[in-house]
């Protein structure tokens, strides 16, 4: 099955830490989270209307992402990508990047793809990102939610 043609956006946050909770409370577990360290946080969501399938399009995103020298190394005084700081990368699922305000206050998601072709795109975009942080050797923590 071919991915219905697709834009990511992804909106891309230094981190020293951040924990993100996955799951809400259960009755006797209680809520789940995950947690990264020094990094990245990346929020990502998919529109319709791009020129190339969406898996397509969630791998190259994820190759811009994780190369962006966004972050400052101290012992080189550069800007570093994730990939070459070995830092954290928490991926976000943030469908309300796509939303547009209406008249009033309420927002229209209209142009973000279906939830049920978003899933799988997601799931695209992660395993692009940890194939990528793969073939560079990346020794820092992948979490998503």
Same mark, same amino acid.
């Given at each position: =099955?071919? #991915? ?7 909106? =891309?946050?230094?981190? $020293?830490?951040?924990?993100?909770? /996955? ?5 006797? @577990? ?8 020094? +990094? ?18 969630? =791998? ?5 992402? $994780?190369? !962006?020298? !966004?972050?400052?190394? @101290? ?5 570093? #990508? /994730? %990939? ?11 469908? #309300? ?8 206050? #309420? ?9 049920? @072709?978003?899933?799988? %795109?997601? &799931? ?8 990528? !942080?793969?073939?560079? &050797?990346?020794? +820092? ?5």
């Amino acid at each position: =099955m071919t #991915s219905p043609n697709a834009l990511v956006r992804v909106v =891309m946050q230094q981190a $020293l830490s951040a924990t993100l909770e /996955v799951d809400p409370e259960a009755a006797e @577990e209680g809520a789940r989270y995950v947690s990264v360290g020094r +990094g990245v946080i990346l929020f990502v969501a998919f529109l319709k209307g791009g020129q190339v399938g969406g898996d397509e399009a969630a =791998m190259r995103a994820a190759k811009a992402v $994780l190369g !962006l020298r !966004l972050s400052f190394d @101290e012992a080189s005084g550069k800007r570093v #990508s /994730v %990939l070459e700081l070995n830092g954290d990368v928490l991926i976000v699922p943030q469908a #309300s990047l796509g939303g547009k305000v209406s008249k009033g206050k #309420s927002i229209q998601y209209h142009g973000n793809v279906a939830r049920e @072709e978003a899933k799988p %795109l997601y &799931g695209r975009f992660v395993q692009a990102c940890q194939d990528t !942080l793969a073939e560079q &050797g990346h020794r +820092g923590a992948l979490r998503f939610g």
